[in-house]
């Protein structure tokens, strides 16, 4: 009751100020409307008697009302609605008096102080409350009747003079207290700013590296490998999944990425060997915890699906169980068993079960600790998949983790080598050019502006494969050159940070190229390591068709680039 009534009173609801400020409107929400109701009932009854003051408390009453209920429609106090309630305050006051009610008068210029100090501030309310009692004592000797009562006037300008003062006081000290909030708050805003741009510029010098060697190691996990090779290399890639996960994470306040946009492969693998080798890189590295596998089934199936992203759920959750445990030494058992939906579809349903109690009581929480970041990670893995990770606790101080994973059944030997990136990739309609013929991928011609000369490579390494013309610009300014040229190119990829001339500059100057001449704008691609929150739509804002941040995958590019090149409205041939 009492809060909801401070609530109410309280119009600007500024819960983050300081308690004087606060004070303050809840001092305006109590003079305003249940003064004015007071006020308003007041005048009636004059009004009733006869008194001359009765109209003119009305109109206060019927002004603070209204202001009030302005007020509340805006959320806030505006000043013309504050010099308002002012004005007809201060000639209410003195209209009271020259009509001979003293009582109502000496009341509302007691009060009158506070009213002028909250709208005016402690120096300026002082000014204009000494003043107003120069005029106030002026009109009350000029209009004194024989209900004068010099001991109750000059009593009433003592007290008005004593609240003018005490409430100069709190509003200095107010002042005082809001600009060291203020400065306090600058101080907040410059280390977070700070600390933002240290993670942006981290963030990116690990997002380039770390792309290299996503991209490398796809390329290298398509080659023939032995099954302990393609084992290590599985490895090495969940790894780098997960490394990119933890840098989305802990940039998570001020990033726009989420999980690495990663598309799922679809090969053939043996799910109890994968799940052997993942678990055998836990077996013996540490007295604190026992670890094995106690499959529920008899006979090995084999799934086409994607064994790195299975790799990587079960490296995060044994890590993040590993971290978080109480007991000295636990053990951790995994149990699992497959049942068939359909003809080609399998379930596999996973437990697994640790002697100790662990704080997972949401997969949603505080993913800012350390300690429950690889638990996140492989929880936001499992909503990807399609199911949910569901966190039990057992009467006896235990913890199970469950969870559902669908594959289909192997249509290929496990020997196989994995699908090229050009299988893996989804097909898309070729291009219709302006006479009415197609332009396929692998015909297109594309500029790829990038500055670092690793990263134009291990680039043209992924795509070469797809697209048989490329050629490089090693910054914006030769990006914007090589595009006037008479060659013409059909897609752009566009780094962003480069010298001489960004990508931003670039393809802004590209874009009033193509309206001065009023030719098809060229499709154009933003490849960068900046994944940071507002950093696409600045790239989007400055003319660029699409955006992928560093590390990707090929197939995610490649798609990105069909998909413009489908458009036929921004396609141009040679």
């Not at 741009?197 to 380039?208: A, E, G, K, N, V």
Request: charged fraction near 20%; include cysteine.
């Amino acid at each position: 009751m009492y809060k909801n009534l401070i609530n109410f009173l309280e119009v600007g609801k500024n819960k983050d100020a300081s308690w004087f400020i606060r004070s303050q409107d809840i001092f305006l929400g109590i003079f305003l409307l249940i003064g004015g109701i007071i006020v308003l009932i007041a005048g009636i009854l004059q009004i009733i008697e006869k008194s001359q003051a009765g109209y003119i408390l009305g109109i206060i009453g019927t002004v603070g009302l209204c202001v009030y209920y302005v007020a509340r429609k805006q959320k806030k106090y505006s000043p013309p609605l504050l010099w308002t309630v002012g004005i007809v305050y201060s000639l209410s006051v003195l209209a009271l008096l020259i009509v001979g009610s003293n009582g109502f008068g000496a009341i509302f210029c007691i009060f009158y102080p506070m009213l002028i100090g909250i709208l005016g501030g402690a120096k300026r309310g002082n000014i204009v409350s000494s003043l107003f009692l120069v005029v106030y004592i002026v009109v009350g000797l000029i209009f004194r009747n024989e209900q004068f009562d010099f001991a109750f006037f000059a009593t009433t300008i003592f007290a008005s003079i004593i609240m003018m003062l005490l409430f100069g006081v709190l509003l200095t000290m107010n002042a005082r207290l809001m600009k060291s909030s203020d400065l306090k708050m600058a101080d907040i805003q410059r280390d977070s700013q700070s600390k933002n741009q240290f993670i942006s510029q981290i963030s990116y010098q690990i997002r380039t590296p770390l792309n290299n060697i996503v991209l490398i190691g796809n390329m290298l996990n398509e080659t023939q490998l032995t099954s302990k090779q393609k084992d290590w290399l599985e490895t090495v890639l969940a790894s780098a999944n997960n490394l990119v996960n933890v840098v989305n994470l802990i940039s998570s306040q001020i990033t726009s990425s989420d999980l690495s946009d990663r598309k799922t492969l679809n090969i053939a693998f043996n799910l109890q060997t994968v799940l052997n080798n993942t678990i055998q890189l836990f077996v013996g590295q540490s007295d604190e915890y026992n670890i094995a596998i106690k499959p529920r089934m008899q006979v090995p199936v084999n799934f086409d699906g994607d064994p790195i992203q299975l790799k990587q759920i079960f490296l995060t959750l044994v890590d993040a169980i590993i971290r978080n445990k109480k007991a000295n030494k636990i053990n951790i058992i995994i149990t699992y068993d497959v049942k068939q939906e359909t003809e080609r579809v399998f379930k596999a349903n996973f437990q697994i079960n640790v002697s100790d109690h662990l704080d997972f009581d949401s997969v949603s929480q505080k993913t800012s600790d350390p300690n429950l970041l690889n638990f996140s990670i492989s929880s936001k893995l499992i909503e990807l998949a399609g199911d949910k990770l569901r966190v039990e606790y057992g009467d006896n101080n235990t913890t199970s983790l469950k969870f559902s994973l669908t594959f289909n059944k192997a249509t290929a030997p496990i020997t196989m080598s994995p699908e090229k990136a050009a299988d893996l990739v989804e097909p898309a309609s070729p291009a219709p050019d302006s006479t009415g013929a197609t332009l396929d991928l692998k015909d297109a011609s594309v500029l790829l502006v990038e500055d670092n000369l690793i990263n134009q490579k291990i680039v043209i390494l992924s795509i070469q494969k797809l697209v048989k013309n490329i050629d490089i610009a090693n910054n914006g300014q030769e990006a914007l050159d090589m595009y006037q040229t008479d060659k013409k190119y059909n897609v752009v990829l566009m780094d962003i940070q480069m010298p001489i001339m960004d990508g931003i500059v670039a393809t802004k100057k590209i874009r009033e190229v193509e309206g001065e001449k009023k030719i098809v704008p060229i499709p154009i691609i933003a490849i960068t390591a900046n994944a940071l929150a507002g950093d696409r739509e600045h790239c989007l804002a400055a003319g660029m068709d699409d955006y992928i941040s560093k590390p990707f995958q090929v197939e995610v590019l490649v798609n990105k680039m069909k998909a413009l090149l489908a458009t036929g409205s921004s396609v141009r041939v040679s």
